[in-house]
């Protein structure tokens, strides 16, 4: 059972990036599906969750209208599109799994490695 995050990277703030989650080793096509982050010296953050059809999606009120979630026709792979990116946005980003679509960490059964995404003034 794996969830593998990849497309962090440096970005210029009011740049773009997307966000991969990868999901192997178990049928994940039911699953909800979420982001979170942490940032250096804070708790861990709900930032978007997407439920298993993809009909239903949620945001942190932080990203709303910048952020989108949203998966792939097989439901395996999730991908968060960051636009006007802020560097406040800065932080490991990590992909998760859970039977709900819940802004909770414990919610959670699955977890990615963490991607770092670091946006510049």
């Known amino acids: 059972v794996q969830l593998q995050a990849s497309g962090g990277g440096l970005v210029q703030a009011g740049g773009s990036l997307r966000l991969s989650c990868a999901a192997s080793g178990r049928t994940f096509s039911r699953y909800a599906r979420a982001w979170f982050r942490q940032a250096p010296g804070k708790e861990r953050e709900f930032v978007a969750a997407i439920d298993w059809s993809g009909t239903g999606t949620y945001y942190a009120d932080s990203v709303k209208g910048r952020f989108t979630i949203s998966r792939d026709n097989a439901k395996i792979t999730v991908y968060l599109q960051m636009n006007s990116l802020k560097p406040e946005d800065t932080a490991v980003y990590y992909c998760?799994?859970?039977?709900?679509?819940?802004?909770?960490?414990?919610?959670?059964?699955?977890w990615g490695q963490g991607t770092l995404v670091t946006v510049s003034s």
């Open positions: 998760a799994g859970g039977i709900s679509p819940r802004r909770v960490v414990h919610e959670y059964d699955y």
